[in-house]
């Protein structure tokens, strides 16, 4: 590559470089500082690095050395610095098959439980490697991290069976502590995302965060496959400035209602609450939020907006939690054996006709929603009639995109 002049692209300064290199993508990054040395040098300039996406596990984790070796290159050389970071730790390639017996149980098949313990010790090591890379970042703004969701419908191997991989409870232990050695050192945390991780949030997680950070986060997401409580009222009042919350619906209880209905916080715009019947057998609804308490939290925050994910739940429990003063935006109902009656489909068309831009309903047989009882009108009609507000109704997953009334 040469310029006008004859004067090669080496004699740039590097804050020239480096402003190029920043319209490159991570992937393109990398391979760029394998041309030369000035390259590499410039490439590594902390301002082209304050965002990192990382996908990690999935196909062929258990023999992804390669993946080992970069992941651990990364975090290595960016994690003291960066400030977002996204991980995406995908599913463990286990297979589980509902037609094989005891498919649940990995303790049942020798094969099952010696692939299960490669690929959950190469999950553990991994993310404690991310953990130890970050562990002293005091820039970090935004830290998002996704796992698998599949259990969420589905028994299988998870935490329960991480006895059985070599030193994986002391891993284990060790990740849980290095998130609350991340959350102690942040100074400017804006947003704090797990969802679905394999144990990595525990009910003291919180208490480590730090003072500067519970001033300026914005956002936390706190879903887990776990049932006990992870947020507790203190901790949440803490957290004065919070404009979007996402909760499992049995930790939002009446009184965390009420200290985000409290004065001299920072007005609520987003609350988004998860609903599984798998949780509600073992962890029933106590002290959930009444009428009272959405009426105060609607007044204190008066934009507020709620989305609220149904899985593998049935009319009456979803109808335990609709309460009329609640500020419904988008209702996503997920089944494989529950049935949404038409009364129901009703019901939510009656009461959120003001407020419902989105609604997904997805299941597998072909007989949703109830039609049982005889009507004059098919619900999903008078759902689209009723609500003005309505723009994507999705049903069996087939999508339909509605004009504004």
């Known amino acids: 590559m040469a310029l006008c002049g004859g004067v090669g692209a080496m004699a740039l300064p590097s804050e020239l470089i480096v402003h190029i290199f920043s319209f490159l993508s991570d992937r393109d990054k990398l391979r760029a500082s394998a041309v030369c040395a000035r390259w590499r040098e410039c490439l590594f300039y902390p301002m082209l690095w304050t965002e990192l996406k990382l996908r990690v596990g999935g196909r062929g984790s258990a023999a992804g050395t390669d993946e080992a070796a970069r992941l651990e290159f990364l975090v290595r050389k960016f994690g003291s610095f960066v400030r977002e970071l996204h991980l995406d730790f995908t599913a463990l390639e286990v297979s589980l098959s509902p037609d094989q017996p005891n498919a649940a149980d990995p303790e049942s098949d020798p094969r099952v439980l010696e692939r299960w313990r490669e690929a959950m010790g190469h999950y553990l090591d991994r993310v404690m490697c991310v953990f130890a890379g970050i562990r002293n970042n005091r820039n970090l703004q935004k830290l998002t991290l996704y796992g698998d ?72 997401s706190l879903l887990d496959h776990h049932l006990e409580t992870l947020i507790s009222p203190s901790e949440l009042d803490r957290l004065s400035n919070l404009r979007s919350l996402a909760l499992d619906f049995s930790e ?33 609804l106590q002290d959930p939020a009444t009428e009272d308490n959405w009426k105060a939290l609607v007044r204190a925050s008066t934009n507020l907006r709620v989305y609220i994910m149904a899985l593998e739940v049935d009319s009456s429990e979803l109808l335990q939690v609709l309460k009329p003063s609640i500020p419904l935006e988008r209702l996503h109902f997920d089944s494989y054996s529950s ?3 038409d009364a129901t489909l009703d019901l939510i068309s009656q009461q959120y006709n003001r407020t419902l831009t989105h609604v997904l309903l997805v299941r597998e047989s072909s007989d949703f929603p109830d039609l049982s009882v005889n009507r004059n009108e098919d619900p999903l009609v008078l759902l689209a009639w009723r609500c003005r507000l309505l723009t994507v109704l999705v049903i069996h997953g087939a999508s339909l995109t509605l004009p504004c009334h």
């Open 149 to 220: 969701t599949f259990s969420i419908l589905n028994d299988g191997p998870g935490i329960a069976h991480v006895h059985l991989v070599y030193q994986g409870q002391k891993k284990l232990n060790d990740i849980q502590q290095l998130f609350m050695e991340v959350l102690c050192s942040s100074r400017q945390l804006r947003w704090l995302s797990s969802s679905f991780m394999l144990g990595l949030v525990t009910d003291a997680s919180l208490a480590s965060l730090s003072n500067p950070s519970t001033a300026t986060l914005q956002h936390l």
């Open 339 to 341: 049935l949404l009656t």
């Open 252 to 284: 939002f209880t009446s009184e965390l209602c009420s200290v985000l209905a409290s004065r001299g916080r920072t007005p609520l715009l987003r609350l988004s609450l998860l609903l599984r019947g798998a949780a509600l057998e073992f962890k029933s």
